[in-house]
């Protein structure tokens, strides 16, 4: 979060006073209701926060991993998610 520039103390201003009015009193006319959402996707401005770690991995698994090219570690991330989204609870 290094290149987010801090608020003006006008633009915070605003920003509280807008927090402040009931959502009834806060004009949207310029900005149209969206109704279709067939194109959305969802998380996809989430990026999950990355820790570097050691891993000691049986050698067959890591060459598997990588016989598939570039992107091996997410490979392996995703693999290690899906497993535990299935043991979870």
């Known amino acids: 979060m290094a290149n987010i520039r801090k608020l003006t103390a006008e633009e915070q201003s605003a920003l509280d006073a807008l927090a402040a ?26 990026r999950p926060v990355k820790r570097l770690t050691s891993l000691r991995l049986d050698a067959d698994l890591l060459e598997w991993f990588k016989r ?7 490979r392996i991330n995703a693999a290690l998610r899906e497993y535990v989204e299935r043991h979870h609870g």
């Open 21 to 46: 009015m009931p959502d009834s009193e806060i004009d949207t006319s310029d900005m149209p209701e969206v109704t279709d959402w067939s194109g959305a996707v969802r998380g996809g401005l989430y």
């Open 68 to 74: 598939a090219g570039a992107g091996y570690q997410t």
